[in-house]
C-alpha cells in the first residue's frame, strides 16, 4: 500500500513549488495537481519536460495504460477529478462545500446519499478506480515509493481516504496570506477585505476537515523558502522516505508537473516571493491586518489564530 502525500491549501500559496522539491527526491513522485490541467490545449500547451501535452511520453505511456483498463484519459483531464455533473457551481455543492453551511455532519450525509444514487455511485467509482489506476502507474514508471497529489481541495481529502489501495498523509501548506490576498486581488477583481475574507474561509475548511484525520503535518511557504533543507527532511520523514538534501536546481532532474508557468523555467533555484510588500497599499495591509486581529480576539485558542499571529504587525 503506497503512501500518498495529499497538498491541501488555498491556491497561489507555493504548491506548485512544492511539488517540484518533493520531486527531485528518488523515492516521490508527482504531477502535481491530480485531475490534469482541464483548460490547457494538448496541441500547444507544455508539460514540465518541454514536450506539449500530446507526445508527452510521460502521459502517452499513462493514456496506455488507461485504454488497456477502459478508463478514459486525457492529459488535461485524468479522469480523477470528482465531478458528477457539467456545471461547475452544482458540482461543487454536490461534492465540496455547500451554500452557506460549514458542517461536517451534512457534508458526510450528502456524500453517503451520493455513494448510494446509482447514476453519481457509478462515477465516484470509476473516479476511484482512475485515480488508483494513475497513482500506480505514476510510481510504477519512475520506480517512486511516495505520490504526491497537490490538488489543494481539502474536500477531496475525503474521497482519497476512502481508497483501501492507498495510505493516505495529509500536508497544509500555508503561506502568509498577504501574499494570497496580493493575487487574489490581481486575478480575480476583488477588494482586499474580499480577498482576505476569503482566504479566512478557506483555512476554516480545510482545518476541520484535517480534524478528520488522525495525523497530517503542517508546513509555511516561507519557512519552506527559508530553510528548504530542514523543512524538506520534515515532509520526507512523514512521507516515510530517508531525507535528502535540496541540490540546489529543482530543474535538473526531470518532471512532468502541470502547474502555472515557473514549470518551465530553465533554472529552478527558490525564490521567496513578498510580491505584497509593493503591491499591497498601506490600506490594504491595514485592512487585512484589522480582519486578522479581529478573527484572533473572536476565536481565542483556534488554530487559525495561531496561524494569523504570524503576520508581523498583528502582533
Known sequence: MPNVLYITSSSFSGSTLLSFLLNTHPDITTVGEMEGWKDADVNTFQCSCG??????????????????????????????????????????YLTESLPRIRHTRIEKLRDGMLRH??????????????????????????????FVDADKSPYRLRYLQRLPEINLLPMYLVRDPRGVVTTFMENRGWDAALAMKVWIKEQLDILRILQEFPHSIRIY??????????????IHRFAGVTPQPFSGDFQAVEHHILGNSMRLDRVGKIVKSERWKTKLSAGDQETIARIARDFIERHRGHPLSDILARIEPIK
Not at 77 to 92: E, I, P, S
Open 117 to 146: 444514487m446509482p447514476g453519481f455511485s457509478k462515477q465516484i467509482e470509476q473516479n476511484n478506480r482512475a485515480n488508483v489506476l494513475f497513482m500506480q502507474t505514476a510510481l510504477a514508471l519512475t520506480g517512486a515509493k511516495v
Open 51 to 92: 514536450a506539449v501535452l500530446k507526445t508527452c511520453p510521460y502521459f502517452v505511456k499513462t493514456a496506455g495504460v488507461f485504454e488497456q483498463h477502459n478508463l478514459p484519459f486525457s492529459p488535461n483531464d485524468f479522469g480523477t477529478g470528482y465531478r458528477l455533473v457539467d456545471n461547475a457551481r452544482f458540482n461543487q
Open 221 to 234: 511557504y516561507e519557512d519552506l523558502c527559508e530553510d528548504v533543507n530542514g523543512v524538506l527532511a520534515q
